[in-house]
């Protein structure tokens, strides 16, 4: 959908693969979420001329 209808910005799209309630529990994929975040923010610094 993303490549669809924003071509343009397709290529900076960043897919995350977190398992839905019915593969794990919440104990074993918020964690992974946490880490998904963390390492966006990082990402997203690194593009910030201001930091």
């Given at each position: 959908m993303v490549e669809r209808r924003f071509p343009a910005v397709a290529d900076r799209?960043?897919?995350?693969q977190v398992d839905d309630l019915d593969v794990a529990e919440p104990?074993?994929?918020l964690p992974h979420v946490q880490q998904l975040v963390t390492n966006?923010?990082?990402v997203l610094r690194m593009d910030d001329p201001q930091s």
């Amino acid at each position: 959908m993303v490549e669809r209808r924003f071509p343009a910005v397709a290529d900076r799209v960043l897919y995350w693969q977190v398992d839905d309630l019915d593969v794990a529990e919440p104990c074993d994929a918020l964690p992974h979420v946490q880490q998904l975040v963390t390492n966006l923010i990082g990402v997203l610094r690194m593009d910030d001329p201001q930091s």
